[in-house]
């Protein structure tokens, strides 16, 4: 048997996993209809996953369901972080739709018991929370107020960064290509790749360090000074870098050192999804000047927030009014709170510590014979399979990730894939997956390096 995986399609350039609307022709007609209705309604901008898009009806759990109730395992959605149509956390936005939706303009007890509780989750030195009404919003504000601290611009992001869409944001998000151009003020380092730029934890800080030192000597020689270094605390559109914990710290160092903040977007890492903490900086043993979450925060409803050490708001609150109208709202409020009281009942960040565990070692096991396995990494319920040509060389694989990912929807188990290349595995379901869960993902996994041996 051979012990290499053939390609199947190689991934859509316009996105990761992406549908590619040339092959329209090749689909059942109810899709082919409503994908051409959604085209006519929605525009050229927006994109759908997988060879043969997937149209979903239901979702409940762990599970999706498509137009004939067939059942679908997504390994893919952490928006919904406690699963999706948690019983919980309908109950708590129906209560409060039929009581009051409104701003932070009015004194509301249910906001400051949830900022509380939030609050109570992060290192001390973090003390005041900023609601918006989405990630890219958070992270708009997150980066306002460090270049109003620093009176700095510059800005470090990683090569496959990703942290949101407005203007501002897109220019630091190097994932979203060449068709958003990056700022002028925006310096671009390596991924934490220690499968590439290191044979140990020490060579891969003093990589970063020294990628780090050349970017912040860069933006001096053009006269721009650092504002902020950012990075997703589990570099999910890098590939997925986990460890070796602690890789992190010379990063902030470094920043530190040039007057610079760092600001964690804890947006897919957080609410506990690595499985150790309750933030995925948590695991390097740094504390950030900021941290921006979002997505998983109210489960769906539209809820994100920025929180910060209290000094980097003196000056900016009593001279930049801010105010974002439903950021925080009520309603989204006592979402955000059932999920925190879901977390907690339920033991998901235990969950997924344990099952994550079961998977990696899974996966490890299946891929003991496959030549373009490189690595299976990650933390809890964030985990990359990173695959390539062959091991020797590295050189990334989208063709076979491609391969994988649309045989495993096929199996009716969801997952995607991310990295420069297409070529990463990432593996990210709602909280709430059980042991049989990772049973069944795993015999689909295999069945799918079978198939494609």
Same mark, same amino acid.
């Given at each position: 048997?051979?012990?290499?995986?053939?390609?199947?399609?190689?991934?859509?350039?316009?996105?990761?996993?992406?549908?590619?609307?040339?092959?329209?022709?090749?689909?059942?007609?109810?899709?082919?209809?409503?994908?051409?209705?959604?085209?006519?309604?929605?525009?050229?901008?927006?994109?759908?996953?997988?060879?043969?898009?997937?149209?979903?009806?239901?979702?409940?759990?762990?599970?999706?369901?498509?137009?004939?109730?067939?059942? #679908?395992?997504?390994?893919?959605?952490?928006?919904?972080?406690?699963?999706?149509?948690?019983?919980?956390?309908?109950?708590?936005?129906?209560?409060?739709?039929?009581?009051?939706?409104?701003?932070?303009?009015?004194?509301?007890?249910?906001?400051?018991?949830?900022?509380?509780?939030?609050?109570?989750?992060?290192?001390?030195?973090?003390?005041?929370?900023?609601?918006?009404?989405?990630?890219?919003?958070?992270?708009?504000?997150?980066?306002?107020?460090?270049?109003?601290?620093?009176?700095?611009?510059?800005?470090?992001?990683?090569?496959?960064?990703?942290?949101?869409?407005?203007?501002?944001?897109?220019?630091?998000?190097?994932?979203?290509?060449?068709?958003?151009?990056?700022?002028?003020?925006?310096?671009?380092?390596?991924?934490?790749?220690?499968?590439? #730029?290191?044979?140990?934890?020490?060579?891969?800080?003093?990589?970063?360090?020294?990628?780090?030192?050349?970017?912040?000597?860069?933006?001096?020689?053009?006269?721009?000074?650092?504002?902020?270094?950012?990075?997703?605390?589990?570099?999910?559109?890098?590939?997925?870098?986990?460890?070796?914990?602690?890789?992190?710290?010379?990063?902030?160092?470094?920043?530190?050192?040039?007057?610079?903040?760092?600001?964690?977007?804890?947006?897919?890492?957080?609410?506990?999804?690595?499985?150790?903490?309750?933030?995925?900086?948590?695991?390097?043993?740094?504390?950030?000047?900021?941290?921006?979450?979002?997505?998983?925060?109210?489960?769906?409803?539209?809820?994100?927030?920025?929180?910060?050490?209290?000094?980097?708001?003196?000056?900016?609150?009593?001279?930049?009014?801010?105010?974002?109208?439903?950021?925080?709202?009520?309603?989204?409020?006592?979402?955000?709170?059932?999920?925190?009281?879901?977390?907690?009942?339920?033991?998901?960040?235990?969950?997924?510590?344990?099952?994550?565990?079961?998977?990696?070692?899974?996966?490890?096991?299946?891929?003991?014979?496959?030549?373009?396995?490189?690595?299976?990494?990650?933390?809890?319920?964030?985990?990359?399979?990173?695959?390539?040509?062959?091991?020797?060389?590295?050189?990334?694989?989208?063709?076979?990730?491609?391969?994988?990912?649309?045989?495993?929807?096929?199996?009716?188990?969801?997952?995607?894939?991310?990295?420069?290349?297409?070529?990463?595995?990432?593996?990210?379901?709602?909280?709430?997956?059980?042991?049989?869960?990772?049973?069944?993902?795993?015999?689909?996994?295999?069945?799918?390096?079978?198939?494609?041996?």
């Amino acid at each position: 048997m051979s012990n290499t995986i053939q390609s199947i399609r190689k991934p859509s350039k316009a996105m990761v996993n992406g549908f590619d609307p040339t092959r329209i022709d090749e689909l059942p007609d109810e899709i082919q209809k409503n994908i051409r209705r959604r085209d006519q309604s929605l525009g050229p901008g927006y994109r759908l996953f997988y060879d043969t898009p997937l149209e979903v009806l239901r979702g409940e759990g762990v599970k999706l369901f498509d137009r004939d109730g067939n059942e #679908y395992l997504d390994v893919y959605n952490n928006v919904p972080s406690v699963g999706h149509c948690h019983p919980k956390v309908i109950a708590a936005v129906h209560e409060q739709m039929q009581t009051l939706n409104t701003n932070t303009r009015y004194v509301q007890e249910s906001i400051l018991d949830y900022s509380e509780d939030l609050l109570s989750t992060f290192p001390a030195e973090l003390g005041h929370v900023m609601f918006t009404c989405t990630g890219s919003e958070a992270n708009d504000l997150a980066m306002r107020v460090a270049k109003y601290a620093t009176g700095n611009q510059g800005i470090i992001v990683t090569s496959g960064a990703y942290h949101g869409l407005t203007a501002e944001v897109a220019s630091f998000s190097p994932s979203l290509g060449i068709g958003v151009p990056l700022g002028a003020n925006v310096r671009v380092i390596d991924a934490p790749d220690a499968l590439r #730029y290191s044979s140990d934890q020490r060579s891969l800080e003093d990589h970063l360090r020294n990628q780090v030192r050349a970017a912040i000597a860069d933006l001096h020689r053009h006269g721009i000074g650092l504002a902020a270094f950012i990075a997703d605390s589990i570099f999910s559109s890098d590939g997925v870098f986990a460890g070796p914990a602690g890789f992190l710290r010379p990063i902030i160092e470094e920043v530190h050192a040039a007057g610079g903040l760092y600001i964690a977007d804890e947006v897919q890492p957080g609410f506990g999804r690595t499985g150790q903490e309750w933030w995925g900086f948590q695991r390097h043993g740094i504390v950030p000047d900021i941290v921006t979450i979002g997505k998983p925060m109210g489960n769906g409803i539209p809820v994100a927030a920025a929180i910060f050490k209290p000094e980097l708001l003196v000056e900016f609150g009593r001279n930049i009014r801010y105010f974002n109208t439903f950021g925080g709202n009520s309603v989204a409020v006592a979402a955000a709170q059932a999920v925190l009281d879901v977390i907690r009942e339920e033991s998901l960040i235990d969950n997924a510590l344990k099952v994550g565990e079961q998977i990696i070692t899974g996966l490890e096991d299946l891929a003991q014979d496959l030549d373009q396995v490189a690595e299976v990494r990650g933390s809890g319920f964030f985990i990359g399979v990173d695959l390539v040509t062959d091991r020797s060389s590295l050189t990334p694989d989208g063709d076979a990730a491609a391969g994988i990912v649309n045989a495993l929807r096929e199996d009716r188990i969801l997952i995607s894939a991310c990295g420069a290349q297409g070529n990463v595995l990432k593996l990210r379901p709602p909280m709430p997956f059980s042991s049989n869960d990772a049973d069944r993902l795993l015999d689909g996994i295999g069945r799918a390096f079978k198939r494609l041996r």
